[in-house]
């Protein structure tokens, strides 16, 4: 005989502040992520300590001439070098190549405009910054960190079964989806409290302004050329979390993922997919 279907389990899974936080701050860090590329395009490298060392940069992307005049986009990471033409340093038409490191399509604005793309990250950046300081707050005095963030002893145990279930796109279901997992809490402590902060305090460290006011946040990370380093190594953190936060929304189930930041509201997905069992 075929089998009840049980009417879906609908529960409340964002307040309306983490939904209104989330929206504007993506936002806020795609402005921030294309922005500060232009920024980074006016002198693609990135040297460690107080002072720029521009015949051993950490990182340089750049442009060769070849002998037969073709230009080719190079990026030299260390003492290693790679052909990145048409990705990074040289992108364009072959016949109207451009010489700059990230092409025009990712940079905000897109042409060559260094003041514009720095108004745009000042203004995403003072958004930004105070709306997370009151994010981490809301989340330290609601009681959320201790109840959705803070692993439980027993989630260690079945760490290994988690990874192997997520590279298997094996999502939890039932009950079990009610709750972040273990790697979600994981991440998400990682992404809130390490990353972004850093993210912040290194972005003020490469302001003359904020130095003076605050001539410790040079002592604290060295210089202001390692600062931007780091700054740099967290937008690109930021980055591939964003991508892979997209890719497990679009695997897990897009539209109960969005309604669930939209309206606040989750179905649990079944304990296991509903199937015909009346040829049985």
């Known amino acids: 005989m075929p089998t009840t279907s049980k009417a879906p389990i609908v529960i409340k899974r964002h307040a309306l502040f983490t939904r209104l936080w989330h929206w504007v701050n993506a936002i806020c860090l795609v402005v921030l992520l294309m922005s500060g590329l232009q920024i980074f395009n006016a002198h693609p490298a990135l040297y460690w300590g107080k002072d720029s060392h521009f015949d051993t940069p950490a ?38 190549r451009e010489i700059r490191a990230f092409p025009a399509w990712s940079t905000l604005p897109g042409p060559r405009w260094l003041a ?42 079945h760490v290994g079964r988690l990874v192997i279930d997520h590279a298997r796109l094996r999502f939890p279901r039932g009950e079990q989806a009610r709750h972040y997992n273990l790697l979600q809490k994981l991440t998400y402590l990682l992404i809130l409290f390490l990353v972004t902060p850093l993210m912040i305090l290194t972005g003020l460290t490469m302001s003359p302004t904020m130095d003076a006011a605050w001539p410790w946040l040079l002592d ?61």
């Open 116 to 157: 514009m793309g720095r108004q745009w990250h000042f203004l995403a950046a003072w958004i930004f910054a105070p709306l997370l300081v009151g994010y981490l707050a809301y989340l330290v005095i609601s009681g959320q960190l201790r109840r959705r963030l803070l692993p439980r002893t027993h989630e260690w145990r």
């Open 220 to 280: 604290l990370f060295g210089g202001r050329q390692s600062a931007r380093t780091l700054h740099f190594i967290c937008a690109s953190a930021l980055l591939v979390f964003f991508i892979v936060h997209v890719l497990l929304v679009l695997a897990s189930g897009v539209l109960n993922n969005l309604r669930s930041m939209i309206t606040g509201r989750y179905v649990l997905p079944p304990e296991k997919e509903p199937h015909d069992d009346a040829s049985r």
């Open 59 to 96: 990182l340089s992307i750049g442009a060769i001439r070849t002998a037969e005049g073709e230009l080719r986009g190079i990026t030299r990471l260390g003492g290693y070098r790679f052909d990145t033409t048409g990705v990074l340093g040289v992108s364009g038409p072959r016949d109207d």
